[in-house]
């Protein structure tokens, strides 16, 4: 009976898994050590991160779960919400403990409130797909801004990999200040020490975009305005669809200077 | 005069804008070899109008100049309109440089009807041709098939473009030939049944050689205009239903009509889009295409439109409550499906869930099923039946009354007037705190 308490990686947490299994652990709590609060009357065992263990875990679970949920508990723990990391180690254990599959066992709580977060953070990352805008700058390459609710932007890689191939592309997390960089072969990590857009939205300073771009941004305005039709208007559902949060980073919806 | 790129593209999109069809589902088409572009088969809305519409795709006439004048249009032939036409370059530049910056997913191309059919439906061709092997774009492309063009140039469209369509706009023969003398439903449904033969052919090419290429992978659409003539609900359901199953359509689209040409006698006058009309039809079509109704089970001769104030599905179970009510423990998939406040997920969760144990209303309200309307139509575990004492009638004001509650904003009733007069209401309370 103890407060588990781990780095706060995915790592770190199926780490915790692991030695819940080898030391028979019954944690009352997992938290991150940055997130914990001192108590008194409870008990707290810090775990360290081990690589191997971890990835015996993860190996394991890809093992058991259905083709459909193999990505599903990485998915939950990235949206952080709060106490996600109870939910998903009691699922984890049923999983490994359960005969069967018991990933459709709606009537549980924990099986229907992490199908429901898994939810949100593919919509999350189906959002990057939509709301991306590139701006081309003067060295040929294509940059976007983006400010992700959850860390997702890894799981849109494939997707710009695949269809931008042929152009030169960075997408950049602001708000977690690394970026994907893709230079015709490969994509990797990179992270910008001298920023030459704005922090707010993500505008390439004027003097650094290609001499079209501002040029396209009005065309695409221009017919973004054209193609609505005002007898018909509804707010609601352009809000529903497209949130307020993103209108920053689209040239449609923000002021051309 | 020569009119500016952005003139030409405000005039067109604003020519293109009454066609409502703007997904890009249904093909997966890959990557070739470091060119631009893919399709994915889910489609992916990159932005959203002040009308609630997704911009999915490029929506564009390579022109507004048309030889027809069908009352309904907005670019008929009579109508003084600016008029403008792309070049082939602009839309394959436009197009590009668009996908290229994420703003698309790829291009619709329609068109007026220029100088004959066979010449319209050339430019449309030639746009995609030049698209997919001159800038080897993989991206999306709907191309609207012009009636009356040559079957040749339609097949050479197909082979490019992912998804192909007719309009067939008005429902019935008779209404077409008084509101567009110039067409007939032979000539619409000619190109429609060519690209249907067309895919089933290279369909079976495809299962003998590997290397046959997709005739319109995403397969054929079209739209209905609502509202414009006196047809019923009925009529329109039974031709949508035909579309789907002898046609093998993919999509039908329905437009609200809007009074674009009031000067029309041939035309209703009305004062706003029937949008709530248009927006049970859809309802009722996604009951055809997802939940296995038949169109004759949404709509009975007795009753050729549909009910305004609640959906089809509810209007089906209240006039079948002898069905009802269903056992959610129990009962297949088909039958849960039918269910009003059930949806296709929540049924599909119901029926992989209730294998593990027996579900009650707790468990139902968590997945998501609206039990305020469910409730009238299902047993589980300890829910009571409520059906006994409702006749239908009665359980349909009820319902309506219900719903009405709930969309109530706190700004619609008489008491409103109180908070808006805050400087007389808050202050006091205040005062009366202090004291």
């Known amino acids: ?257 | 005069m020569e009119q500016t790129l952005q003139e030409k593209l405000k005039i067109l999109a604003d020519a293109a804008k009454y066609d409502v069809s703007c997904s890009s589902s249904g093909n997966n088409r890959q990557n070739t070899n470091g060119g631009l572009g893919n399709a994915l088969s889910c489609g992916v809305c990159h932005s959203f109008t002040d009308d609630g519409r997704c911009v999915s795709l490029l929506k564009i006439l390579m022109t507004n100049h048309c030889i027809y004048d069908c009352a309904y249009c907005i670019n008929r032939r009579s109508n003084d309109r600016p008029r403008a036409t792309f070049t082939v370059q602009e839309v394959v530049d436009l197009t590009i440089n668009f996908y290229r910056r994420n703003y698309i997913e790829g291009l619709f191309l329609s068109s007026g009807v220029i100088k004959n059919p066979d010449f319209t439906m050339e430019r449309l061709m030639l746009v995609t041709q030049n698209l997919r092997l001159k800038e080897r774009f993989n991206g999306y492309i709907h191309l609207k098939a012009i009636p009356g063009a040559s079957p040749e140039l339609i097949r050479q469209a197909g082979l490019y473009a992912d998804r192909l369509s007719v309009n067939i706009e008005i429902p019935t023969e008779p209404e077409l030939k008084r509101l567009a003398p110039e067409k007939s439903f032979g000539t619409v449904l000619q190109p429609m049944n060519q690209i249907k033969e067309g895919i089933q052919l290279y369909k079976e090419e495809r299962r003998k050689f590997r290397k046959t290429p997709a005739f319109t992978p995403a397969g054929q659409s079209t739209q209905l205009i609502v509202g414009a003539t006196p047809d019923s609900d009925r009529q329109i359901l039974q031709l949508a239903s035909g579309f789907y199953h002898e046609q093998q359509l993919k999509r039908i689209y329905y437009s609200g009509y809007l009074p674009v040409n009031e000067y029309d006698k041939r035309l209703p006058a009305l004062q706003s889009p029937p949008l709530v009309r248009e927006n049970r039809l859809y309802q009722s079509d996604w009951l055809m295409r997802f939940y296995h109704f038949r169109a004759d089970e949404i709509l009975t001769p007795e009753q050729p439109f549909l009910d305004l104030d609640i959906d089809p599905k509810l209007a089906y179970a209240l006039r079948n409550l002898h069905l009802f009510p269903v056992d959610i423990n129990r009962a297949d998939y088909e039958m849960i499906l039918r269910v009003p406040g059930i949806g296709v997920q929540s049924a599909k969760m119901i029926v992989d869930a209730r294998r593990f144990r027996k579900l009650n209303s707790y468990h139902l309200k968590k997945i998501g099923v609206v039990l305020k309307r469910a409730q009238y139509f299902i047993t589980c575990n300890e829910l009571p039946v409520y059906r006994g004492n409702w006749d239908p009638g009665q359980l349909k004001n009820h319902l309506i009354a219900e719903c009405h509650t709930k969309r109530k904003k706190p700004g619609d009733t008489q008491l409103s007037l109180f908070p808006l007069i805050p400087a007389l209401s808050a202050p006091a309370k205040q005062l009366h705190f202090k004291s």
């Open chain 1, 1 to 257: 009976m103890a407060f588990l308490l781990y780095d706060g990686t995915f790592e770190g947490f199926l780490t915790v898994v692991f030695e819940c299994y080898a030391q028979k652990l019954a944690p009352v709590d997992l938290c991150k050590e940055t997130a914990f609060q001192k108590n008194l009357f409870i008990k707290k065992l810090s775990i360290h991160t081990d690589e191997q263990k971890a990835g015996r875990v993860w190996r394991s679970l890809q093992a058991k779960l259905h083709r459909q949920n193999k990505n599903l508990p990485l998915l939950v723990f990235l949206s952080e919400s709060t106490g996600i990391e109870m939910k998903l180690y009691r699922f984890i254990r049923r999983v490994f403990d359960s005969g069967r599959s018991i990933e459709t066992d709606f009537g549980d709580q924990d099986v229907l409130e992490l199908k429901k977060i898994e939810r949100q953070v593919l919509r999350e990352t189906m959002r990057i797909l939509q709301f991306v805008r590139f701006q081309q700058s003067r060295d040929g390459l294509f940059f976007a801004p983006v400010e992700p609710e959850f860390d997702v932007l890894p799981f849109t890689i494939n997707h710009f990999r695949e269809r931008f191939a042929d152009q030169l592309w960075l997408i950049y997390d602001i708000k977690r200040d690394y970026g994907i960089f893709y230079d015709l072969k490969e994509t990797r990590e990179v992270v910008l020490s001298e920023k030459t857009f704005s922090q707010t939205d993500g505008k390439v300073s004027a003097n650094l975009l290609e001499e079209t771009e501002e040029t396209y941004q009005t065309l695409w305005k221009a017919y973004f305005d054209h193609i609505n039709i005002p007898e018909r208007e509804n707010e609601k559902l352009q809000l529903q669809h497209m949130p307020r949060r993103y209108w920053k980073f689209l040239p449609e919806k923000s002021p051309i200077k």
